[in-house]
């Protein structure tokens, strides 16, 4: 007869790569970044604006919806960028884009009441919260030490056998 004890096993925590967790970063940035624009709407008067063919004190034109396409469209771009770019160009982009983004978001504060500071307040808390992660992770990427080539390294190969 076997006698079966139930041992608790440990969770496995594998490492995750860098580029997986800016490309989930990017992603969680740019749903929040939607989400914030989508919740303004619910704004006293913010409709009324917009029917009246004004965003904050801009013209609504091809221009400025271009430019919101853009700020949106950078970050969905950086999903697919830091999964493939190689390495060195992926940790230098993600550190300039994400320096970039944070006036951005910062500007969306711009000419609100205090009535409203506790949205924008928390928005852009948590969008400078995850552009830091970001920084973060590139700025940390791991290092793999070079090896170099030649006669030097295959004289260490010859070294070790018997």
Excluded: C
Excluded at 42 to 47: D, L, R
Excluded at 135 to 152: H, N, Y
Aim: charged share 10%; aromatic share 12%; no cysteine.
């Amino acid at each position: 007869m076997t006698i079966r004890t139930n041992t608790p096993s440990l969770l496995d925590n594998p490492p995750i790569p860098v580029q997986a967790k800016l490309a989930a970063a990017w992603t969680s940035f740019m749903f929040l970044y939607i989400y914030v624009d989508y919740f303004h709407l619910y704004k006293p008067g913010a409709i009324d604006e917009i029917r009246g063919g004004v965003i904050f004190e801009f013209d609504i034109s091809g221009t400025l919806l271009t430019i919101f396409l853009a700020l949106i469209g950078i970050p969905a771009l950086m999903v697919l960028l830091s999964m493939t770019l190689p390495a060195r160009v992926n940790r230098a982009t993600n550190l300039v884009v994400a320096l970039l983004y944070i006036p951005v978001s910062v500007f969306n504060a711009a000419g609100t009441s205090w009535d409203w500071a506790s949205f924008y307040g928390l928005s852009i808390g948590i969008e400078v919260l995850i552009l830091a992660f970001i920084l973060r992770s590139a700025w940390t990427w791991p290092r793999t030490p070079a090896v170099p080539a030649g006669p030097a390294t295959t004289d260490l190969r010859q070294d070790l056998r018997p």
